[in-house]
């Protein structure tokens, strides 16, 4: 693995890393040698001399002068420690391969080249605005080290990045290193994937590709590993969290003082009769490995003396290729004829096409980088190079398009790009199609006067003009941007019955189940899942209804007006459906509603902000009712306004900062409340980790003060694992003892509907073994999974313990609609016997389930909810817990969320509220757009159609001008820039 560290002292370092004498012999040697453009520009090369070594760390150039400026503070470099995984320490240490030590360092090296083509930057400040502007050079000192603190073989190099970097002018400038932390998995990527190929060329076999492409060798158990881990060990021990941050501290605080005048041969001694011990013969896993490495070549020569054609050894190879790996072929993302490339050329295009899909499922566009880190997790045998060379190929071709200006450096695809111009043409051919179903004029009175008759209120500016738009529009779809709390609900019960007055039907849409009985309960809506209606007429999206079908269709739908609450959570794939079905229905209208500034779909892409950007007609609801108190007010609108640090100012008296066990302490505060107070009062968290630490905090307080229970059930969960439909389609992505469960037959694996136990996994071979419900075997191919295909339709879960008490809140992870148990919604535990449980559900009804029923493993307590459950959602009160280790969850959209769900207090429990506030600052949490990346791409050819090109002609679904620019050309690029 890497890890990266500041050098705060140059005397320390120098030291540390390579002062004379300073390690035991039994370190390895600490002269080290210099790597980098930088280095060689300064006249460094060769062994680091510790004098120059330390000069530079101050930040002295040899030719005279320094950087920074007088008297200043100056950070002395970035300690880039590169690690080998144990079995490999133990085979180039212990069975003495300095093949393995060699191969290591050079794919250390080639790794430090790619930084400094990538992640060299220095800060440059004009008319008091500071931008970063790219350089090309590091100097690099690069030291290799043999053991840890507890003299255990442990293979590792110190790449120590000085703080300077030379301009173009030739002047030698500070180094911001934000991308060095910032590509910190990456870089260990491409060096394992590198020291993969070439330890393969050596004979050895590799284990299971893990996390950010490490691997052990193949040959040595994990108990061995383990026992040459005990340094490994005291670091877990002492963490007591996650993320980087407690990583570092239990690492600082559990090391022991470097050892002196350790004798090399009796510690290599203690080593081997340790690894016998073990039953490991190390020496003799280098001698086989030997044995087949020069069985390798004899192979080749006799290959290249019988000569077959490029052709022939070409199909030789992918054969050998997709029969280890599992690997479909017919793929558009890969060349048809890839069988004429290398192997490592055919890995490298069958990893890309995987990283596009899997991350294009989640996002309408990525960075270059992401792409490439992918690529390289998919565990694939190809290099970065590799990688970056057909991601460019990809580019040339239009499969992919490159971003210009602001969004320099991202990727979309061309179908991205086509679906989201494909929705906002259909909002487009659906303006004045519509009859107005009031008089704007009329519209307004009547709205107010049923608010006011009917319901007691009287309706802001924001909440009539919105009304009064959804009345008197000659526009089929319509949107309603309204921040939370704003009081969308309040406006579409008058409007909800004037149109029921005047003869229409209302149907309410929403993305969960739990927003859609809120809709029906605060609005009298009837109301249903978006998914449930696009499933409904899925032959009309799909073009497979005939007309009498498609006329019975629109008979049914006369006279209607849609309502999506929530839009900003809808994906673009289910909107442009939900809008394509609205003109296709030909209904009166469909109304957008949501907040653009809210959470987005947990799938690609951000329609309702693009539909608002791309000049779709909207009201504005800019008024937050729901705050009631002065603080909260205030916080709330600094929040909605992007000024998240303003907001943590506005709540500072009412945050609580704890150096640990925050969930613990926020349930204490929760469990302290009076009953009829804690009815009031929410508990919010940033992630799945800290809910289900609030979660059994609150569990275990209210059966110790016998709150619920006495009677208890011990259940076996599902947990699903977050996975993309790309990753169900890698055999790596399964391990025995998980769930897979199928919500639709799959006829070419022979399998049907429902769950299977995970019992063996072959990765050679690509097979998963699964068992049945009734215990029957089952042979699964995970690559002959479909790449197209709904998330919802195959899932992988996990297993875990969960205890339940006789009055437990708990909430479904699974739909039952036939006995009203809701996926997300909340019921109550009321009675366990030995062969059932009785849960209460949301809406009253009481359901026994005897213990063999599959929904009871649907279960999971809903003491705290995380921001994707809450928005929608609305209480008195909150408690919440921020982590600033949960780096992608801490985000400003969360803490939006968050905070808008509540009416009077909030407290806030965080570890660090600095930090807090830097990480809502670093992560807005936003969603991309295909259009917004590819936009500047057209930027050159709406010009040239500006000054005399004429234009194209106009097709049946016109598209605004500004979208059709965004059919562009695409330009080859290089990485990361």
Known sequence: MLSVANVRSAGGAASYFAKDNYYASADADRS???????????????????????????????????????????????????????????????????RIIDAYREAVIETLHWAERNAAFMRVEKAGKERQVQTDNLTVALFQHDTNRNQEPNLHFHAVVANMTQAKDGTWKALRNDRLWEF???????????????????????????????????????????????RRQEVLEARRGSGLEAGVIATLATRSTKQHDVNRGALLSQWLEHAWGQGLDLEGLVRDARERSAAM???????????????????????????????????????????????????????????????????????????????????????????????????????????????????????????????????????????????????GAQLQASASFNFGMTLNAGQEAAGRMILSSSNRIVAVQGVAGAGKSSLLRPTAQILHEHGKQVIGLGVQNTLVRMLERETGIASMTLHRFLGRNRKLLDGNAS??????????????????????????????????????????????????????????????????????????????????????RLAQAAAQQGRSGEALEHLRDHTVEVSENGAVLAAERWLSLPPAERE????????????????????AGLAANGEIGP????????????????????????????????????????????????????????VVELRDASGRQHTFVPSRLGAAG???????????????????????????????????????????????????????????????????????????????????????????????????????????????????????????????????GRNTGDKTSALEVTERLGAAAAKGQEVGKPPEPETEAKRPPELERTIMRVVPFEMGI
Request: charged share 25%; aromatic share 4%; glycine share 8%.
């Open 32 to 98: 080290g040698l210099w790597v980098g453009k930088g280095a060689d520009r300064l006249g460094l090369s060769g062994v680091v001399e510790p004098r120059a070594f330390e000069a530079i760390l101050r930040g002295e150039l040899p030719s005279g002068g320094r950087i920074g400026r007088d008297g200043a503070a100056h950070r002395a470099g970035t300690d880039l420690t590169f690690s080998l995984p144990k079995s490999w320490s133990l085979l180039a240490l212990v069975g003495k391969d300095q």
């Open 184 to 230: 910190n998995t990456l870089l260990n990527a491409m060096t394992m994937a590198r020291f993969r190929v070439e330890v393969e060329k050596l004979g050895y076999r590799i284990g299971d590709v893990g996390k950010h492409g490490n691997f052990e060798a193949s040959g040595i158990s994990r108990e061995a590993v383990m026992a040459f881990s005990t």
């Open 297 to 443: 070549v004899l192979v080749a020569q006799r290959r290249d003396q019988d000569r077959p054609s490029i052709a022939e050894r070409g199909k030789v190879m992918v054969l050998e290729l997709a029969e280890r790996l599992s690997l479909k072929q017919g793929d558009p993302l890969v060349p048809a004829r890839i069988h004429l490339r290398p192997a490592q050329e055919i890995a490298a295009a069958h990893a890309v096409a995987s990283a596009v899909r899997h991350l294009s499922e989640r996002e309408a566009a990525f960075k270059v980088t992401d792409l490439a880190k992918a690529a390289l997790d998919f565990g694939l045998p190809t290099t970065m190079p590799l990688i970056e060379k057909r991601i460019t190929q990809l580019a040339d071709q239009g499969a992919l398009s490159k971003g210009r200006g602001t969004m320099h450096g991202w990727l979309t695809t061309t179908d991205a790009a086509a679906l989201e111009r494909r929705m906002l043409a259909e909002i487009d051919r659906g303006k004045g199609a519509a009859t107005p179903i009031l008089p704007s004029d009329i519209a």
């Open 547 to 632: 007309r009498a079908e498609l006329a019975d269709a629109r008979t049914g739908y006369r006279d209607t007006v849609l309502v999506l609450d929530e839009a900003s959570m809808v994906s673009t794939r289910d909107q442009d459906r939900l809008v394509r079905l609205a003109n296709v229905l030909e209904v009166d209208r469909l109304v957008l509603m949501g907040d653009s500034k809210q959470l987005g779909a947990v799938e690609a892409g951000k329609p309702f902000a693009l539909a608002l950007a791309a000049g779709t007609e909207t009201a504005r609801m800019d008024t937050n009712l729901r705050a009631r108190s002065e603080t909260l």
């Open 680 to 699: 009031r009062t929410g508990i919010y968290v940033s992630g799945r980790q800290l809910r289900d630490e609030v979660n059994a905090a609150v569990q």
């Open 711 to 766: 009677d208890t059930v011990s259940l076996t969960v599902l947990s699903r694992i977050n996975t993309t439909r790309e990753e169900l389609r890698h055999v790596r992505a399964y391990e025995p003892g998980m769930v897979l469960e199928l919500a639709t037959r799959q006829s070419r694996q022979h399998l049907t509907k429902g769950r299977y136990d995970v019992v063996k996994v072959d990765a050679g071979r690509g």
């Open 790 to 920: 709904h998330s919802q339709a195959i899932q992988l879960h996990e297993r875990k313990p969960l205890t339940l008490y006789t009055g437990d809140t708990i909430r479904w992870t699974a739909n039952d609609h036939q006995r009203g148990l809701i996926n997300a919604d909340r019921a109550a535990i009321t009675a366990i016997t030995p062969d059932s449980v009785t849960v209460r559900t949301s809406t009253g009804i009481e359901q026994a389930l005897k213990t063999y029923d599959p929904m009871l493993a649907r279960i999971d307590l809903a003491y705290a909810l995380n921001a994707h459950m809450a928005q929608g959602l609305t209480s008195d009160k909150g408690i919440a817990v921020m982590d600033s280790r949960t780096r992608k969850l801490l985000s400003a959209r969360n803490f939006l969320v968050t905070i808008t769900r509540l009416r009077d207090e909030l407290t806030l429990f965080v570890a660090n509220r600095d930090k807090v506030e830097l990480g809502i």
